[in-house]
């Protein structure tokens, strides 16, 4: 990084986001308990069930002031809590999580496309169809750092590495950063956010489900799940 980002008001009417659709709600997040609540819940919650710290996640990555919580809460929520080394992306290294959003359906698509084919290819998968994904409709409303410039953060927006963006976002976390709003790597017109805390974004509603195919090598074609359209990935 040659330069320290900028702060930039960003201001979203409709923010994409598309994640696996086989993972449930988490009960607490949709309550209507107050969020702060959550830890002394928790605490009694373990103590006869098991299961409830596997499903709510590492709670404690998340301050009492940075949850949100009611329906939908889940979306935001699980990003943060559900956080693993092995599941990092190119603002976080999974030990804190992220959200990540774009300004286009278009950019949603085109970022999960690129990371689902390398996963199938990773795992040897059989050509087909994967119908496992939803959108998700959200807003935004947040002061973000900004990497709009791709000559200045040339190495933060390098395709095929996120050694330089992972040691931005640790860095911008320790300034308290809110997230970073950066030009899509895989789609020129779009634009994404990485969100450092749920409370940045809106909970979102659910919108389309999809299916993607996969040819072996990559996603070739994707299907609205609601009106049996296919459209070929060009």
């Keep these: 990084m040659t330069v320290a980002p900028k702060v ?3 201001r979203w009417e409709r923010t994409h986001r598309i994640i696996s659709t086989i993972h449930p709600p988490i009960d607490l997040f949709e309550d209507i308990a107050d969020p702060e609540d959550w830890d002394s819940i928790m ?3 373990t103590n006869t069930n098991s299961r409830a710290l596997e499903n709510v996640g590492q709670l404690l990555l998340v301050p009492a002031g940075r949850r949100v919580g009611g329906p939908g809460a889940s979306y935001v929520m699980a990003p943060f809590t559900h956080v693993n080394p092995a599941w990092t992306g190119r603002f976080h290294d999974g030990r804190q999580g992220a959200y990540y959003a774009a300004n286009r359906f278009e950019t949603a698509v085109a ?3 690129f990371h689902r084919a390398g996963i199938y290819r990773a795992t040897a998968e059989e050509p087909g169809w994967f119908s496992q994904y939803r959108e998700l409709v959200g807003s935004l409303d947040a002061t973000l750092h900004d ?3 791709h ?3 040339a190495a933060e927006l390098d395709p095929g590495s996120y050694s330089a963006s992972q040691a931005l976002g640790r860095a911008l976390r320790l300034q308290a950063s809110d997230g970073v709003v950066y030009p899509s790597v895989r789609d020129t017109e779009g634009t994404c956010v990485a969100a450092f805390w749920p409370n940045v974004v809106s909970i979102p509603v ?5 299916a993607y195919h996969f040819d072996g090598e990559r996603i070739d074609f994707i299907r609205d799940e609601y009106n049996g359209d296919v459209f070929r990935v060009v």
């Design 151 to 153: 000559e200045l953060f």
């Design 8 to 10: 930039a008001e960003v």
């Design 43 to 45: 605490a009694g919650e």
């Design 111 to 113: 970022e999960t496309m």
């Design 206 to 210: 659910q919108g389309r489900t999809l």
């Design 147 to 149: 990497l709009r410039n």
